[in-house]
């Protein structure tokens, strides 16, 4: 047998204390790879516990991102940190600084130590749906489910914010000092992938417009009353943590994929759908409906499907469940697991 002679897997992930971070690195521990988390906030002790260190720090602090990449010789980045849609909103210039100046800071490193270390550093990025800001609620409902170059004129400074580090990622990973001299043999390798909103079981949103649907579930399953913030029509596409990670682990492990920036997603549904089934299941719960003006026009303004023929044909992506399956097989197990009571 001859000896890998590839370098060992030293990942960042950052935002680590966030949900993505939390499923993300559950999953990753398997795997035989150095993780290093980092977040502003403290990192929970479970999620903690599976890696190798943890940082607190700022992504917009440049010095202390140079400090951590370089200390730990990392080779794939996995840039989770962000403020949200609805979180974005009461603080825009905030939102620009950590979503646009952290995301340029973590690129910029990373494209030099891909040169100076002759290899190319992976940096998987998670973008959304709110990239997409569709006019009116009628264009939304034609416009069905939108191809990653459709409707790019997003209403909020998160999608403004993403949109724009798509851009970013796709010139340092593909364009970068093109036309100088000297170019850099070993550019940086992006990976981006649009997330529509996703449910998980064991952890909870915030700062997000998408939190309505977990948001309900959580208080259902809790025996709580809940006032959802949009219209019962309200429909956009949706995936489950699980199917969201392994979607990440697998744009991350694949061969040079040809674009840099896929749609994924499982299923679209209402906020009404999502009520009907949550009323099945967890009876004891009692849902409204309250739209929030302001977070309600958010939502309308993304799509109602995304298309993922790109990335199903690119690099075999598949969506696990419909939106009955999801509830059935993952959603309702793990959320009445998570808030059973222990013994
Ligand atoms: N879940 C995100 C939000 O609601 C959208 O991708 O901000």
């Not at 030293?10 to 971070?21: K, M, N, R």
């Not at 521990?29 to 988390?37: F, P």
Request: charged share 25%.
């Amino acid at each position: 047998m001859t000896p890998s002679t590839a370098p060992r897997r030293s990942v960042l992930v950052t935002g680590a204390a966030g949900e993505i971070g939390h499923g993300l690195i559950s999953s990753m521990r398997a795997d035989d790879v150095s993780i290093v988390a980092m977040d502003l906030r403290e990192v929970p002790d479970e999620t903690r516990k599976l890696c190798d260190a943890v940082h607190l720090g700022d992504v917009c602090d440049k010095n202390f991102l140079e400090h951590v990449l370089t200390m730990h010789e990392t080779n794939e980045i996995y840039h989770l940190a962000a403020l949200l849609s609805s979180r974005a909103e009461h603080v825009p210039e905030t939102a620009h600084d950590v979503n646009v100046q952290g995301t340029y800071h973590l690129l910029r490193l990373a494209a030099r130590l891909s040169e100076s270390w002759g290899s190319r550093v992976k940096f998987i990025f998670p973008s959304t749906i709110a990239v997409y800001g569709i006019r009116t609620v009628e264009d939304k409902m034609q416009a069905g489910a939108l191809r990653e170059n459709e409707h790019l004129s997003p209403i909020t400074m998160y999608g403004a914010n993403k949109l724009y580090c798509e851009s970013l990622g796709r010139y340092y990973s593909r364009h970068y000092r093109q036309v100088a001299k000297g170019r850099p043999e070993h550019l940086l390798d992006f990976r981006c992938l649009r997330l529509p909103g996703v449910i998980a079981a064991e952890t909870r949103p915030s700062g997000g417009t998408s939190d309505y649907v977990p948001e309900m579930l959580h208080a259902a399953a809790k025996g709580e009353d809940y006032a959802c913030f949009v219209r019962e029509d309200t429909t956009i596409p949706w995936m489950t943590m699980p199917e969201c990670v392994e979607a990440v682990l697998r744009i991350a492990q694949i061969d040079t994929p040809p674009h840099a920036v896929y749609n994924i997603g499982s299923f679209s549904a209402s906020a009404g759908d999502f009520a009907a089934l949550i009323r099945k299941y967890f009876p004891e719960g009692n849902i409204t409906f309250e739209p929030d003006e302001g977070r309600q026009a958010l939502v309308d303004s993304w799509p109602r499907d995304v298309d993922c023929s790109s990335a199903r044909n690119d690099w075999g992506f598949q969506q696990k469940w419909g939106l009955e399956a999801a509830m059935e097989e993952y959603i309702v197990p793990a959320i009445r697991k998570h808030y059973a009571p222990t013994t």
